[in-house]
């Protein structure tokens, strides 16, 4: 009995083992891609950010389901005001510096300044406001779609086109 037992416990293990393996296995991509700075394809934000930034896009598609790997470029003082993501948010400062504040206001005060060299991640639907100082590039990677919601609705760049 003990020998059956062990062995269609070995048999589930190794099953499970295999079907873990298959799973990250899909997650992970077949392609090899190598982004030299000099290669980034830098190319205008998204409407949902304001104007004057700069993205690319270094692996999947952030507005799809699935894995992403983006940059943003920020000019000097850019200012993101306060918003939320339905999703975590994880960032790492490549140049430059951003700071970073939470809650639904600005509040300079309170902000955490994040250098060259840092990371962070918040949770989905935390209350944040983001600016740059001097030119700032930074590297966000999640799960897509990416979205930003903003705390309030003036502050869309998307509404400001729309006419009354």
């Not at 949902?48 to 692996?59: N, S």
């Not at 989905?124 to 600016?131: Q, S």
Request: glycine fraction near 10%.
């Amino acid at each position: 009995m003990k020998t059956t037992f062990g062995s269609a416990l070995a048999v589930l293990l190794a099953l499970g083992f295999s079907l873990a393996r298959s799973s990250a296995e899909e997650t992970q991509s077949a392609d090899m891609r190598l982004y030299p700075p000099t290669t980034i394809e830098w190319k205008a934000a998204p409407a949902a950010l304001p104007p004057g930034a700069k993205m690319a896009v270094l692996e999947g598609d952030p507005t799809k389901e699935g894995p992403f790997v983006v940059r943003f470029q920020f000019p000097e003082g850019y200012h993101i005001p306060p918003h939320t993501h339905p999703k975590t948010e994880r960032v790492t400062v490549i140049s430059g510096a951003l700071y970073f504040a939470t809650g639904e206001a600005l509040d300079r005060g309170s902000a955490k300044k994040l250098p060259a060299g840092s990371f962070g991640y918040w949770p989905a639907g935390m209350k944040h406001t983001a600016w740059s100082e001097g030119e700032t590039v930074i590297q966000l990677h999640g799960v897509g779609p990416w979205q930003i919601n903003y705390v309030n609705p003036a502050d869309d760049p998307r509404n400001a086109k729309k006419s009354p």
